[in-house]
């Protein structure tokens, strides 16, 4: 073959490749949640807007979740099940595999809308620029209500990550979730995008069902001393500063609490 028709040849399969790829890939990770998978699951099959790709990461639950995501492989593009060293592990196994231009993490205790999808893909329309794009969550907890956090705040707190959908080019640029953080990682990867300049866009929509009583609230010390640690290192605290922002948030959180 000449080198001009294998360059047509190569340039042709990577237009195709292109193609059938999925415009999204979403991601749920899980270790035993036998009461909420299936919801969560539900919740991805039943998306309007259908362009996307299913990835499931299972750190090898042992209370019934796994059976309960074996009756759902149809609608899995990928699974895997193997043991990591924590949620944020198997969420950088699961991003190295996506496929998609936009990538979502949905958990295992959270869903989404019908139309969260749809939504996104609306708002990407008309912001292509965009390299993250995220809204407010609904509360599951009855009578709860909801919460939507601008971007803008990212330096006091975290947006709604149940919501949040990062260009797979993001990704790539910025690197995935720094796993030495065990609970507020999704945190430090925003704050560092944001201080990096990505371009964020508030949908100011509900995108998405959280269930409270994770991680960050079971062990609400330890998303304290994570989150201290994460702003002291991207906002440049000195000791001294952020030892105080420590002490303030420890005593206004044992006041609420």
Request: glycine share 6%.
């Amino acid at each position: 073959m000449s080198a001009s028709k294998s360059a047509y040849s190569d340039y042709y399969l990577s237009m195709s490749q292109e193609a059938s790829r999925p415009f999204f890939s979403v991601i749920t990770v899980v270790r035993n949640a036998v009461s909420t998978i299936e919801d969560c699951i539900k919740s991805v099959e039943t998306q309007s807007f259908r362009d996307f790709e299913y990835i499931v990461v299972d750190s090898l639950s042992d209370d019934g979740t796994s059976e309960l995501i074996s009756k759902h492989l149809d609608s899995i593009d990928k699974y895997v099940r193997e043991k990591d060293s924590g949620i944020y592990d198997a969420m950088n196994k699961a991003i190295a595999m996506c496929e998609g231009e936009y990538i979502g993490i949905i958990n295992a205790d959270d869903a989404y809308f019908e139309d969260s999808l749809k939504r996104i893909r609306a708002a990407v329309s008309k912001n292509p620029e965009a390299e993250i794009i995220y809204g407010g969550v609904e509360f599951l907890s009855p009578g709860t209500g909801s919460l939507l956090v601008d971007h803008t705040n990212l330096a006091r707190t975290m947006i709604a990550h149940p919501s949040c959908f990062v260009s797979a080019h993001t990704y790539r640029e910025l690197g995935t979730f720094n796993s030495t953080f065990k609970i507020a990682a999704d945190y430090d990867f925003m704050l560092r995008a944001f201080i990096a300049g990505a371009v964020f866009h508030n949908t100011g929509e509900n995108l998405a069902k959280y269930r409270p009583g994770g991680a960050s609230a079971r062990l609400r010390l330890k998303s304290i001393l994570e989150t201290n640690s994460i702003q002291a290192h991207h906002l440049k605290w000195n000791n001294f500063y952020r030892n105080y922002r420590l002490i303030r948030f420890l005593v206004a959180s044992y006041i609420k609490y």
